[in-house]
């Protein structure tokens, strides 16, 4: 398999028109299945992980994934990706809000006057 930095990627104009248009890649002469899952995941930016998870709810996944017609492992990356997402927006908020409440309960403004004075110094 070669490895990155045998790649070449000086591709003409032309060749990226034709791998984006499917003329090129799209045969199964161009399909290699990788045997460096390692190579792999550290190229899409994955690491594998095992976590234990009732057999309903895995059923349910996959029942849920077909209907979807996509597979549950990829569905369940989206899934948590979607809850980490929302879910930092919520705490981010709220500490914003702290942040807000702290600066309107605080009463004196002298470092940042202290501040400005010898920024105006400078």
Request: hydrophobic residues 40%.
């Given at each position: 398999?070669?490895?990155?930095?045998?790649?070449?990627?000086?591709?003409?104009?032309?060749?990226?028109?034709?791998?984006?248009?499917?003329?090129?890649?799209?045969?199964?002469?161009?399909?290699?299945?990788?045997?460096?899952?390692?190579?792999?995941?550290?190229?899409?930016?994955?690491?594998?992980?095992?976590?234990?998870?009732?057999?309903?709810?895995?059923?349910?996944?996959?029942?849920?994934?077909?209907?979807?017609?996509?597979?549950?492992?990829?569905?369940?990356?989206?899934?948590?990706?979607?809850?980490?997402?929302?879910?930092?927006?919520?705490?981010?908020?709220?500490e914003?809000?702290?942040?807000?409440?702290?600066?309107?309960?605080?009463?004196?403004?002298?470092?940042?006057?202290?501040?400005m004075?010898?920024?105006?110094?400078?």
């Open positions: 398999m070669a490895k990155e930095e045998d790649l070449d990627t000086n591709f003409s104009d032309e060749d990226i028109a034709k791998w984006e248009s499917g003329e090129l890649g799209m045969s199964a002469e161009s399909v290699q299945v990788s045997t460096d899952s390692d190579a792999l995941d550290k190229a899409l930016g994955m690491q594998p992980i095992s976590i234990r998870l009732e057999k309903k709810l895995i059923e349910n996944l996959k029942r849920i994934a077909s209907h979807h017609n996509i597979g549950y492992q990829p569905m369940v990356r989206d899934l948590l990706n979607r809850f980490a997402t929302a879910e930092l927006k919520f705490i981010l908020k709220q914003l809000a702290e942040l807000n409440e702290q600066q309107r309960n605080s009463e004196s403004t002298a470092p940042v006057e202290e501040f004075r010898l920024r105006n110094q400078a």
